[in-house]
């Protein structure tokens, strides 16, 4: 079976600061991809990143920076200099390749960050 | 293409009603996921679509849940005899490939059961 953990419930922080959302994830498959979704106010789920199961560079886009790291099953989400537009709820997905569950993206229950002026 | 479009984006029933939900993908995706969402929760499985076939159902879809697609293009979720506990949002994406891609998500369609 495949979970994906978001142990932060909600996060609040003052613009600026830096901010990281953890996400560890449990599936037996080998091959698999990992997802961060971003849902705004209006509802809308937004795609942030995607990865797979064999690359585990870290990534940078802007503001954003994500750190997977297969050894501790995590896939956490980081993001520098906040800003109020960033208030938002993140979600981790995880989406398996064969058996069962493959094609459907498993979520997390997400976590509502708060950015304050 | 703008993007997934849902219809209606609100609605309102009475119980024991039946509700009909469209979904309108990005055209060229062949993959069409319907997910419901309650408050404080992530999405949660429902059914998808390879083109027109309906490929798997979760546990969660009972039997007043129907979902199609025909011509693989659109697909309606139906819901038959609503329930207090089917309020939620409704939540449709689209992607292509095979769960190796991105999906786009429409903003889905709100239902509340009275």
């Known amino acids: 079976a495949q979970k994906v953990t978001q142990a932060q419930t909600e996060i609040s922080v003052v613009e600026k600061e830096d901010v990281t959302l953890d996400c560890v994830y449990e599936t037996r498959d080998t091959t698999y991809y990992l997802f961060w979704y971003k849902q705004p106010p209006s509802g809308e789920l937004v795609f942030l990143i995607r990865r797979n199961s064999f690359d585990e560079q870290n990534e940078i886009s802007g503001r954003y920076s994500w750190n997977f790291q297969k050894s501790t099953s995590s896939f956490n989400f980081t993001i520098t200099a906040s800003q109020v537009v960033d208030s938002a709820v993140y979600f981790c997905a995880l989406s398996e390749l064969v058996g069962s569950n493959a094609g459907k993206s498993t979520f997390g229950d997400g976590t509502t960050l708060t950015v304050k002026p | 293409d703008t993007g997934v479009s849902q219809n209606p984006r609100h609605k309102i029933t009475k119980r024991g009603q039946n509700v009909t939900f469209r979904c309108d993908p990005i055209s060229e995706h062949n993959r069409l996921y319907w997910y419901r969402q309650t408050l404080g929760q992530g999405p949660e499985f429902l059914t998808y679509f390879q083109n027109e076939a309906q490929l798997e159902k979760s546990r969660l879809l009972s039997d007043r849940f129907s979902a199609e697609r025909p011509k693989g293009s659109f697909s309606t979720l139906e819901i038959q005899r609503t329930e207090q506990g089917d309020s939620a949002m409704y939540l449709c994406?689209?992607?292509?490939?095979?769960?190796?891609?991105?999906?786009?998500f429409g903003q889905g369609t709100r239902l509340t059961v009275v």
């Open positions: 994406a689209s992607s292509e490939g095979q769960g190796n891609t991105e999906a786009f």
